[in-house]
């Protein structure tokens, strides 16, 4: 039997797999290589050096949550900003998407700690979530970009506020949005 030849693309979805099992803290050189079948030596060779396999890594692992996303969102466009949130917060709940949000909890408190890898992958995840929600909200939006953000801020906050048991509060909050 032929063995699968190593490359960036055999190797993150053996890595996203780890780090959806066991979170960013156990994301070291050494449980990832051998997560991956391999040594951290190739994995550096592979990547160039640990900030940009984390780097990678976080990018396809945001790639997996759109398309995830994307494969139980209604087809077509939400009928409201508040239909909006209330479909993804109603997604997102789900158990197969847990596993991101642990993630995501993750890279936001490395974040807060200042970790620049972090704070890099945080921000292109949120600039892809953006568009995606400018993609999904009413065609006759009248300030989308503005609206992707304002339904970004709700989910975010939400989701959060759900994670320490206090969804209450998120979805009392929708209120605020137009039905």
């Known amino acids: 039997m032929a063995k699968t030849r190593l490359s960036r693309e055999t190797l993150l979805p053996l890595l996203a797999a780890h780090v959806l099992e066991n979170g960013l803290n156990d994301a070291s050189l050494r449980p990832l290589a051998k997560a991956a079948g391999t040594s951290d030596r190739m994995l550096i060779y592979h990547f160039g050096n640990k900030q940009a396999l984390v780097a990678a890594l976080l990018e396809y692992l945001a790639a997996m949550f759109a398309a995830s996303l994307d494969s139980a969102f209604p087809p077509g466009r939400a009928d409201t900003r508040r239909a909006c949130v209330e479909q993804v917060l109603e997604i997102t709940g789900q158990p197969a998407f847990q596993q991101f949000f642990r993630l995501w909890w993750d890279i936001v408190a490395g974040c807060a ?63 605020a949005l137009e039905t």
């Open 113 to 175: 700690a200042g970790n620049r890898a972090y704070l890099q992958a945080a921000g292109s995840i949120m600039d892809m979530l953006l568009q995606w929600v400018t993609d999904h909200l009413p065609a006759d939006d009248p300030d989308p970009q503005t609206g992707a953000r304002l339904v970004l801020t709700q989910i975010e906050g939400a989701q959060m506020l759900a994670a320490i048991g206090r969804e209450d509060i998120g979805k009392g909050g929708l209120s």
